[in-house]
């Protein structure tokens, strides 16, 4: 049997994109635009192009990206910056390729509680991206080494989309395996790809020659705090309502709220976060800011911001907008029922499916992936001999994990890029030797060459 159609559609955005933006030099945001408007024509969509469009500002994620972004434009544009790299150079300039230990560790941990990459990349990525700069590291490797730990997020509990793969799981199974079971499991696989990351980064520390601070350059700790202690409060103010709110939520915020109320306060939080962290952040540097906070000043202030801004909250406009339409015609429903049809091999099977999740995580959200193929990947690995609860725990980690580092979506590669100022082409290629990595992972796991524990 071919390939059904919807392979040929994929295809063929993927060959707008690359031309417009490998050969005629656009930028990405503009040739996602021109590749939905052909994907809404060739689909004969035509009378719904502007429910897709629309459809993207109804995604509380889109503004929250939008609102860290903006906050690490603040951040990074104002003295309170200095402090705040200070005491991180302070704490691991002595250690060779320290800020990028602290970005795995600390970009990991806060992505599992928030459960996005992107968004994690937003929040955490505003201290570690530049401090990873500062130390030594080339900007594409920073935007990557960051995109790499926040994306780690979605794959580790308490994370969201592991409820979905769990759901998948309970739907095929019924019953069959407690929650509590699937949970372990899901530990027992990312405690893998976090070993993963750390090797990976060893690698890159020392192919790129990443060296300690020398010793002379690195501020002295308690003056650090003395001089700067406002400005390391933001951490604080950025975090805690996310820390509060995964905590309380089942125990006190549901309770009082209901489900539907503190899912809405979960909500007000990744919006309101980042408006209030910018406020306290420019209200502790009125006095370093030339001109303070003058209305003129202002302006002039945000004005710079917006070439930085604008480019990255674009493209991922539009990637949301393609998913909608995708979603829309079925086309991941009638790719899973084709996969059906196919009689593979088990060591083809655990090579074919993280590398065609891969191809949709340039197109598609690793939720929707969930959604749409979740059941027919599951039920394929089964069927050629995959542990049902390996095969839902590691669904997450080839979809929603590689999502965010896959181009041309790969919200989390151009959340960081934007924070780093690097360029597209040595970031994506950067970008790439993480997803290579992260991909002969998920093949040795599900090969069983990498035991995972609980399972």
């Known amino acids: 049997m071919g390939l059904p159609v919807e392979f040929l559609y994929l295809v063929l955005l993927l060959v707008v994109i690359v031309v417009l933006f490998v050969f005629l030099k656009r930028p990405i945001y503009e040739a996602m635009l021109v590749g939905f408007i052909l994907m809404v024509f060739v689909l004969g969509k035509q009378e719904k192009i502007f429910i897709y469009l629309l459809e993207p500002s109804t995604n509380s994620l889109f503004y929250a990206i939008v609102g860290f972004l903006s906050l690490a434009y603040i951040f990074s544009a104002s003295p309170a910056v200095d402090y705040v790299l200070d005491f991180i150079v302070a704490l691991v300039g002595r250690f060779r390729g320290g800020a ?6 600390s970009s990991t941990f806060m992505a599992a509680l928030s459960g996005s990459g992107p968004g994690n990349v937003a929040a955490d990525g505003v201290f570690t991206i530049p401090a990873m700069i500062k130390s030594g590291f080339p900007r594409a490797l920073a935007a990557t080494t960051e995109m790499a ?25 019924p019953g069959q395996y407690p929650f509590s079971a699937f949970w372990l499991a899901v530990i027992g696989v990312g405690l893998w790809f976090i070993v993963q ?17 020398p010793q002379e350059e690195i501020p002295d700790l308690r003056e650090t705090v003395k001089k700067g202690w406002k400005a390391l409060l933001i951490p604080v103010i950025i975090l805690v309502p996310f820390i509060l709110d995964f905590a309380l939520k089942d125990t006190f915020f549901t309770a009082r709220l209901g489900v539907e109320g503190a899912n809405a306060l979960s909500n007000s939080i990744l919006l309101f976060t980042p408006g209030v962290s910018a406020i306290y952040t420019l209200l502790i540097s009125k006095n370093d800011l030339e001109g303070g906070l003058a209305l003129p000043n202002l302006v002039k202030f945000f004005r710079k911001g917006v070439r930085r801004i604008v480019p990255v909250a674009a493209t991922v406009y539009f990637a949301y907008a393609l998913s909608g339409l995708f979603k829309d015609v079925s086309i991941g429903t009638n790719i899973g029922l084709w996969f059906q049809t196919l009689e593979m091999p088990f060591w083809q099977v655990v090579i074919f499916f993280p590398l065609f999740t891969t191809f949709l995580g340039m197109f598609i959200p690793g939720s929707s992936q969930i959604a749409i193929f979740g059941s027919a990947i599951v039920s394929s690995l089964v069927f050629a001999g995959v542990n049902p609860l390996l095969a839902a725990a590691i669904l997450p980690a080839i979809t929603s994990a590689l999502e965010g580092m896959t181009p041309p979506l790969a919200l989390a590669m151009y959340t960081a890029m934007g924070i780093a100022q690097s360029g597209m082409k040595e970031t994506s290629l950067s970008a790439m030797t993480w997803v290579l990595a992260h991909l002969v992972t998920a093949i040795l796991i599900m090969l069983g060459l990498l035991p995972v524990l609980f399972i």
């Open 100 to 105: 990028g230990w602290v970005s795995l560790i």
């Open 197 to 213: 990351r750390a090797i990976s980064l060893y690698i890159f520390i020392r192919y790129y020659k990443v060296e300690p601070i």
């Open 149 to 173: 730990a926040s994306s780690l997020g979605p794959i580790i509990p308490p994370s969201g989309t592991i409820l979905l793969a769990f759901g998948v799981l309970d739907i095929l199974y």
